[in-house]
């Protein structure tokens, strides 16, 4: 079974900068996209921004310019850095990635259980 754990959130202030990190372990034989989503109370989960296997990117608009994210397959982890963080970034952030945890596995999601991320104005 494939685990996902986020990490780097806390209480910032506004226009301040901070990275988040996503992690894989367990029984992981390939990872392929990996996803930040965010989640305020009471709303649904929506997705910040993904990055594919070959590199390749792709952001929401609220966050295009600011937040940046980026991969290490060798340490099988994700990292989502946003500067110019603004109350509205108010969230918890999530991390799924798209893995198989054997060859013989179809490719499934993982879901971490969220890290909460408070920027007060």
């Known amino acids: 079974q494939v685990q996902v754990l986020e990490s780097g959130g806390g209480l910032v202030q506004a226009g301040d900068s901070l990275t988040l990190s996503c992690v894989a372990s367990?029984?992981?034989?390939?990872?392929?996209?990996m996803a930040w989503y965010r989640q305020v109370p009471g709303n649904q989960r929506e997705l910040v921004a993904t990055?594919?296997?070959?590199?390749?990117?792709e952001y929401q608009e609220p966050v295009q310019g600011r937040f940046t994210i980026s991969r290490d397959d060798a340490e099988k982890s994700a990292f989502l850095h946003r500067n110019s963080l603004k109350p509205e970034d108010t969230a918890i952030y999530f991390c799924?990635?798209?893995?198989?945890?054997?060859?013989?596995?179809?490719?499934?999601?993982?879901w971490g259980l969220g890290t909460r991320v408070t920027v007060s104005s």
């Open positions: 799924k990635v798209a893995a198989k945890s054997e060859k013989r596995r179809p490719l499934a999601d993982y």
């Open positions: 367990g029984r992981v034989f390939r990872v392929e996209d």
């Open positions: 990055i594919h296997r070959d590199g390749s990117t």
